[in-house]
């Protein structure tokens, strides 16, 4: 039997073994995912902020002020 350190991972058809195949379709794959992610969170950073989280926002920006000046 042949020892671990000895086995050679066999090149495909196109000289590319299996394990660098998956690394490369892995990596595809999180590139399409990601790129899928930002398509979709660019129209929630577009949309307008509703007027009440606004409001609330603010109230909440000034409560802050006001407890760091005392």
Do not use: C
């Not at 930002?38 to 006001?66: G, H, I, M």
């Amino acid at each position: 039997m042949a020892d671990e350190n000895d086995k050679q991972i066999q090149p495909s058809k196109n000289g590319r073994s299996a394990e660098t195949r998956d690394k490369v379709e892995q990596s595809a794959r999180r590139e399409a995912l990601g790129t899928g992610l930002r398509r979709a969170y660019q129209k929630v950073l577009n949309e307008p902020v509703p007027d009440d989280f606004s409001s609330l926002l603010s109230r909440l920006s000034d409560a802050e002020s006001d407890q760091n000046s005392e």
